[in-house]
């Protein structure tokens, strides 16, 4: 492609606030963090939203999570019980996407469920 800049890519677009929250909320479930730093982490993007005035994305951050909680749990159902790894590793990705959820709930003045 001689002559032409940047190899024909278009050009990088800047991911909007609420994806790059759940990008790395998945980056963080995927690498095994604990579920309470997980919460904080939420916690945090939040808090930077409300002081920048796009508090409205909580509600729409809360529902992709509250989504990834049921579609994980999901997920628990279909594993194989004699599958320890897995069964672990499931609890936990279940767990820390559940701190992240109540995270988001607790902001948006929902009450966790118990």
């Given at each position: ?12 677009r800047a ?100």
């Open positions: 492609m001689a002559g032409k800049k940047g190899g024909g890519r278009p050009p990088a991911a909007s606030p609420l994806n790059e929250a759940l990008r790395r909320v998945q980056e963080m479930v995927g690498r095994g963090f604990v579920p309470a730093r997980v919460g904080r982490e939420v916690e945090g993007i939040v808090a930077g939203w409300r002081a920048e005035g796009q508090g409205d994305l909580v509600e729409e951050l809360l529902e992709q999570l509250q989504a990834g909680v049921e579609a994980a749990s999901d997920s628990m159902a279909e594993l194989d019980p004699d599958s320890k790894a897995a069964m672990r590793a499931g609890e936990n990705a279940l767990a820390a996407l559940t701190a992240a959820r109540d995270a988001a709930r607790q902001d948006a003045g929902v009450p966790a469920l118990g």
